[in-house]
Nanobody
């Protein structure tokens, strides 16, 4: 079993930056493909970025060129550096495993809120 705890959210103006952190516990962290997801008001949860045990990355089109996902297996953390933030980035951000079978996780933590506004 694994738990993920998100932190680092907050309020920022458009064009600003935030760095989100996800700390894992209760798992063999280095074996997991880990992802950041987000859910904006009135929208479905969506995949933002993921990173494999070998540090191969994936980014949604909305995140490419602005966000960077990274991992530290020793510290069992995954980070999401978000630059050039836009109002449409406003959402609750979650970290979780990204299943290799194309499914979505069944269990979610509380996430961390990101608000981008003037």
């Amino acid at each position: 079993q694994v738990q993920f705890v998100e932190s680092g959210g907050g309020s920022v103006q458009p064009g600003g930056s935030l760095r989100l952190s996800c700390t894992a516990s209760g798992s063999i962290f280095s074996n997991y493909r880990v992802a950041w997801y987000r859910q904006a008001p009135g929208k479905q949860r969506e995949l933002v970025a993921s990173i494999t045990p070998g540090a191969s990355t994936f980014y949604a089109d909305s995140a490419k060129g602005r966000f960077t996902i990274s991992r530290d297996n020793a510290k069992k953390t995954v980070s999401l550096q978000m630059n050039s933030l836009k109002a449409e980035d406003t959402a609750v951000y979650y970290c979780n495993r990204r299943p290799y079978d194309g499914g979505t996780p069944e269990s979610w933590g509380q996430g961390t809120q990101v608000n981008v506004s003037s």
